[in-house]
């Protein structure tokens, strides 16, 4: 046998192990007999995952467990990289990153809520936070506002924003702009230029649906890495053309890289319908996205695994919705690469679910309802290596 130091040097982590953690197991952690689901690795099959040091050490049958300070049993349960939410609103205390850490999101992205003028307490919380938080930076100064943030586009102050990001370049991952029509009024293309001014290299995330503009206008001023969010959104400019086809300028954009998030939220930004023409196109996203508020939390969106599931009941396979709160959506933050997959060395982020069978109901946007026999329901979550119970379970 191997003794701790030989194994880790084999393994090539020894530099990552802080020399003074004295242990008599080898392992910190062992989740036990799940279903391991690492779409970004292309695997699935039946295996134990083995944490020591904050770290995933090995995946393979049969861990014996006396190498193991603690157990997880997760036979009949499905074990995937911590889920990443690329579209969430932590900044109001009604909604706390510790809230969706139990959810089983390990990294998530703010989305705007706040603006050069009160970056500082969102970044607070960010670094308080117990998961991974970075922050699109709102190109308004004030952040999301009920009247609508935009109305007059002098709040979208190109050098306040720049100075905001300089400052919090650590926390900044990219820039956000709400486009409809009630938050940027006539001069949403004029708020997607200056958002792009801001962002530079990195990406700005765009919410559209119900714009002045029509969405080709507005896909034709983005770059490669920026991200279209509530891509399933009602009309007027919706992603369908008026025969319900999905716009080539769309699958255009999609070819030369920008991408195509999901955004659920409560108002506005999804109905099956649209979802189902656009997916007999067969556009569907890149990512899905909670978009979650505090009142998000009991009303339409309740957590992203609730949201997966939602595209569960719409077709799409389980490994492919996995992917897109995973790997796919890691691609989307250079502070999250090499984030959302489970490969050995990687940081221990890592969600445990029952994939629940029998009659589930699930609305959209205007309540309509659907019934789907398959629901995602959080079991365990572990963070860096640390294990948190779900209290939704
Ligand atoms: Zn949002």
Not at 226 to 237: A, E, G, L, R
Not at 284 to 294: M, R
Not at 301 to 309: A, H, I, M, Q, R
Not at 360 to 388: C, I, P, Q, W, Y
């Given at each position: 046998m191997l003794t701790r130091r030989a194994f880790l040097t084999a393994t090539g982590v020894m530099a990552l192990t802080p020399a003074s953690r004295v242990s008599t197991a080898r392992y910190d952690l062992v989740i036990k007999?799940?279903?391991?689901?690492?779409?970004?690795r292309q695997v699935d099959r039946v295996a134990d995952v083995a944490i020591e040091g904050g770290r995933i050490r090995a995946i393979q049958p049969n861990i014996a467990i006396a190498d193991a300070a603690d157990v997880f049993d997760a036979r009949d349960k499905i074990v995937t990289p911590g889920l990443i939410d690329l579209h969430v609103h932590v900044g109001a205390p009604d909604l706390t990153p510790a809230a969706l850490l139990r959810d089983g999101v390990t990294s998530m992205v703010d989305g705007g809520s706040a603006g050069a003028d009160n970056i500082d307490a969102l970044v607070r919380v960010?670094?308080?936070?117990?998961?991974?938080?970075?922050?699109?930076?709102?190109?308004?100064?004030t952040g999301v506002t009920g009247q609508g943030e935009l109305l007059n586009i002098?709040?979208?102050?190109?050098?306040?924003?720049?100075?905001?990001?300089?400052?919090?370049?650590?926390?900044?991952?990219?820039?956000?702009?709400?486009?409809?029509e009630n938050v940027a009024g006539d001069h949403d293309l004029e708020a997607v230029r200056r958002a792009r001014q801001v962002a530079g290299p990195l990406p700005v995330m765009l919410h559209v649906g119900q714009t002045f503009s029509p969405l080709p206008k507005i896909l034709a001023l983005l770059k490669p890495g920026?991200?279209?969010?509530?891509?399933?959104?009602?009309?007027?400019?919706s992603l369908l053309?008026?025969?319900?086809?999905?716009?080539?300028?769309?699958?255009?954009?999609?070819?030369?890289?920008?991408?195509?998030?999901?955004g659920n939220g409560r108002n506005g930004h999804i109905t099956w319908p649209i979802v189902d023409a656009a997916t007999r196109d067969g556009f569907?996203?890149?990512?899905?996205?909670?978009?979650?508020?505090?009142p998000g939390r009991t009303f339409r969106?309740?957590?992203?695994?609730?949201?997966?599931?939602k595209f569960l009941m719409l077709g799409m396979p389980l490994d492919q919705a996995i992917a897109c709160v995973t790997n796919h959506a890691a691609a989307n933050v250079s502070a999250f690469k090499g984030l959302g997959t489970l490969g050995p060395g990687r940081p221990a982020d890592i969600a445990v679910f029952e994939l629940r069978e029998g009659d589930?109901?699930?609305?959209?946007?205007?309540?309509?309802?659907?019934?789907?026999?398959?629901?995602?329901?959080?079991?365990?979550?572990?963070?860096?290596?640390?294990?948190?119970?779900s209290e939704r379970s």
């Open positions: 007999g799940g279903r391991v689901l690492d779409p970004g960010a670094q308080a936070a117990p998961n991974r938080v970075r922050i699109f930076l709102n190109v308004a100064r002098e709040a979208a102050d190109v050098d306040a924003a720049r100075r905001a990001m300089k400052q919090h370049r650590d926390w900044i991952a990219g820039v956000k702009v709400r486009l409809s920026d991200i279209v969010t509530h891509i399933y959104s009602p009309p007027p400019h053309d008026a025969a319900g086809h999905v716009l080539p300028e769309v699958r255009a954009a999609r070819m030369r890289g920008v991408r195509f998030d999901v569907w996203p890149d990512t899905i996205s909670s978009d979650i508020t505090g969106v309740f957590d992203l695994p609730t949201v997966v599931s589930f109901e699930f609305v959209d946007n205007v309540d309509a309802k659907r019934t789907g026999h398959r629901k995602l329901v959080t079991s365990t979550v572990v963070m860096n290596g640390k294990k948190f119970v």
